[in-house]
Structure formats: C-alpha cells, structure tokens
C-alpha cells in the first residue's frame, strides 16, 4: 500500500453491521473526522423501515457525546449535510439472507458500489439463548461473506470476532485460524449444521409442548451452554463466534478476508477525546461494584493478566487493516488486538488502582454521604470462593429458611429474596470464571507486523491511527480516564 489510510478512504464505499454497537459507533466516527470525502457509508442496523433506521440512527449513533468534537469541527449544519449526503442507515438483519434488505433497487445499488464489508454485528451474551447466538454470531458472519462475494468491486470482509475464542487456554496464544469442525477439547467431531438443527428440533419439541416463553429461553440458554462445554468452550458466546470464524474461514474462496479478535475493550485513550464509554463492559461491572461498596469479595487470580485494549485503538486496527489488505485475493489473516503481550496489566493492579481512585473520589451514597471502600477480598480459587460463600452467606440463609418454616408469618419473603440473589451471584461468577482466572497470553506478532508497516506508510500524518499498547501508562489511563470515564457516561447517566 503507498497510499495512506487517510488517502486510501478517499472515495470507498464502506458496509458496516452492527452500528448503534459500541465499537462501531467508535469506527464510524473515525471514518467520518478523519476523511469527510469517503464516497458512502451504508450502515445495517435493526428497524423496521428506513425512516425508524434513520431515527435509529440519529438517537443511538449521531446524537452520542462522541460525534463532541466532530460536531464542534463543523457545527451542526455542515454535521448534518455530512451525514445526509455520507450515511445511508438500511434496516437489515445478519441472521437472513442479503442480510434482510428488502429493496431490490437499494441491493443491487450496494452490490455495485460498496467496497468494503465491516461486519461487527454479533450477539455478546456469554449465556444467550442457543438459537439467537447460532443465527448472529455463526451463520450471521456466513450470510455477510456470501453479500461480500456478490459485491461486484468487493476487495476485502473485516469481521470482528474476539480473542477469547481461545476459550479456557494458558500459554501465548497464536493468532491462527480455526479449520472446519475443530474443538478445543479434541473430542469427537464438530458439525456446524448438526448444531443448527439440533437447535432447531429443540425449539421445535418447546413450542409443539406450548412452554411458556421463559421456559423456552431458559432452555435454549441452558442448550447453548452444554453445547459450548462438551466441544470445550466455556460459554455460548465464544463457542458461536468460533464457528462463525470456522465458516469463514472454509467459505471465503478468492475475497481477502481479516479477522480482528479484540481482548477486553474499554473506554477510548485519545480520540476523539479520552474515557468516552458506554455501557459497563466486562471488568467495569467490577470496579463499578467496588466502587458503590457492594463488593466485599470477590473470585480472581491476583496474577492473572486482564487483557484490556481502549476501544479507539480497536478502531485504528481495523482501519489500518483494511488499507493493507484491501484486493489482496485468496489472503486471510488474524490479528489479536489487546495488551497482555506487549504491555500486561494484572487484576491486583486493576484492583489496587480502583482502590486508591475511590478513597481519593468517593462515590456518593444515595443518603448523601460518601461510600467508603474497603481493600475486599480476593479468592483465587473457585474452591475458596465456594467455601468464603457457603460460610458467609448459605449458613445464614439456611437459618433463614428454619424460621421460615417455624414462623411463616415472619417476613417470609426474605429467605427466597436471598436465595435468589445467592443463585444469580453464583451464575454470574460461573460465567465470568474463564475470564478471571485466565492464564493465557495474546500473541500479537501479526498485528506487531501491521503497527509496522502502518508506520512507515502513515508517517506524515503519524499519531492518527495509533494501536500500539506499549503507548498505555495504565495508572494514569484507569485514574485519570478510564474511571472518571465509567462515572461520566455509565453511572451518571
């Protein structure tokens, strides 16, 4: 590539899935501040006509404290004749085929003009019900390739999956394809279309029995569960989102195809301005928690690498990606987009600068008074957090559930109330266990490579599409912006 990225976005015609997403928005952003003369954006998103696209669009994308600083450049006029001539919001569906676009005209006018396919639509439920994740995070990606290979000036499919394909893996972790009908266990045999209609003969023998819809769903999620752990992956999401890269993988033929697998994505380090977030992603919920007071223990490896990667660096890799293999036919790559590699940071330093930002900025109680956190414990087995459990809270509520039955008047509820919460707290530890016990290390000399020759190609407007996790001062990023980022755009919201 002799151009650089910002050059060769000049005039592309760009598809991007999954927008009023938070790394999508982020993408679109960067897109739009940095080359202004990109021929169009088409961006599928979930409505059910054009207009509620466009309104959609407006509320969850456009209107976000992230477009500040685009809005502030041109002002609100010049911002919306930008978008009204740049953006073309379409209601579609990844799960249907032409991904649910229902104009003819409009699909034939994309096949012909669209460029590039960034396909960042998926389903992050680590328990989603086995039907949903099957049709976006597994044959969601397929439907989006065969659109690709339709369009008639396609040069390249980025499809986002995530690192933690890898599952429950220790050691450094290669950024290499799955082939076709691969486990993580090694026992038995994969069969991607056997899932699917396992699934759907499951579904089927629910609604012929007329299950309430609650039933349904939980049985679908506990589907989904058992499937992913007896090939070997710990939760639906992950195990959906490699079968989506196996398809991939085994259908591409001749369209470059690139795989991002991000880590833990976190609120922006430096653009468009620093700690804009939205939602709690993984690990917040956790320092969040620790923050109102409400964690006093909490299951985790004091040692173990949390791999996080802010969400602008994610966006950079991607646009990066794009300008290097744009029409390079037949290619196919993975890049691991995260930290623990190059620039690692532990959980007990996560912990420990949590600790020291709220005694410092106490969050305010809802009496007015400010929280006051303790250090709280950490257990680094599940057998320890099974036993601090048991001792401090299932004891209790078993001397709970005898009054209950000698005095039924006495607040009754109380018993089944905790009970509940206990059983929810368990399952959320469940499924956050692979995560935080996690000894495995990304490899990252594909994406070292790419920060390369990225930098040798983008020297003149340098510092623009930075993704290099070494640039990360990790005490000042979580306490001066990532933290105060959570407060601003999560909990005050």
Request: charged share 25%; hydrophobic share 40%.
């Amino acid at each position: 590539m002799k151009s650089n990225c910002v050059q060769f976005l000049e005039n592309k015609t760009i598809l991007v899935t999954g927008v009023p997403g938070f790394l999508a928005k982020v993408f679109v952003e960067k897109i739009l501040r940095i080359q202004p003369n990109v021929k169009k954006l088409f961006l599928l998103l979930r409505a059910a006509d054009n207009e509620s696209a466009m309104q959609r669009f407006r509320s969850e994308v456009l209107e976000k404290d992230l477009f500040r600083v685009l809005r502030n450049n041109l002002g609100d006029e010049n911002l919306k004749a930008l978008v009204s001539d740049k953006v073309v919001p379409i209601p579609g569906d990844i799960s249907v085929d032409n991904l649910g676009v229902k104009d003819s005209d409009l699909l034939k006018r994309m096949w012909n003009e669209i460029d590039i396919v960034v396909n960042v639509a998926a389903t992050t439920n680590f328990d989603e019900r086995y039907d949903v994740g099957i049709r976006i995070n597994t044959f969601g990606p397929l439907n989006v390739l065969n659109f690709a290979k339709k369009c008639v000036k396609g040069q390249l499919l980025l499809h986002v999956s995530t690192a933690y394909v890898c599952g429950e893996k220790s050691g450094l972790l290669q950024e290499k394809t799955f082939h076709m009908g691969e486990t993580l266990n090694g026992h038995g045999n994969l069969v991607i279309e056997t899932e699917m209609e396992l699934m759907k003969q499951k579904l089927k023998e629910l609604q012929k029995l007329d299950c309430p819809e609650e039933e349904i769903a939980q049985t679908m999620k506990d589907l989904g569960m058992s499937r992913a752990k007896l090939h070997g992956w710990p939760n639906t999401y992950v195990f959906t989102k490699s079968m989506g890269e196996m398809l991939l993988n085994n259908h591409k033929e001749d369209l470059p195809v690139v795989i991002i697998r991000p880590t833990m994505i976190t609120s922006t380090f430096s653009e468009p301005f620093p700690g804009w977030i939205e939602g709690l992603r993984t690990i917040d919920s956790v320092i969040v928690a620790y923050g109102k007071g409400r964690l006093k223990c909490f299951l985790a490896d004091p040692n173990s690498v949390l791999d996080l990667v802010p969400v602008d660096m994610v966006a950079n890799a991607m646009v990066n990606a794009v300008a290097i293999h744009a029409g390079k036919l037949g290619s196919q790559t993975v890049y691991h987009v995260g930290s623990s590699c190059k620039n690692p940071i532990t959980f007990e330093q996560v912990h420990d600068l949590a600790a020291r930002y709220f005694t410092k900025n106490p969050l305010v109680g809802l009496n007015g008074s400010p929280i006051i956190v303790s250090k709280g414990t950490i257990l680094s087995t599940m057998a320890q957090f099974n036993f601090y459990v048991t001792l401090r809270y299932k004891l209790p509520l078993q001397m709970l559930r005898l009054i209950d039955i000698i005095y039924p008047w006495w607040n009754g509820n109380k018993y089944k109330d905790i009970d509940r919460k206990i059983k929810l707290a368990m399952r959320l530890v469940e499924l956050y266990k692979p995560y935080v016990l996690f000894t495995g290390i990304f490899d990252d000399s594909n994406t070292e490579i790419l920060r390369l020759k990225i930098k040798e190609v983008n020297k003149e407007i340098n510092g623009l599409f930075q993704f290099d996790p070494k640039t990360i001062d990790w005490e000042d990023y979580m306490t001066t912006i990532h933290i105060p980022g959570l407060i601003t755009y999560v909990l005050k919201k």
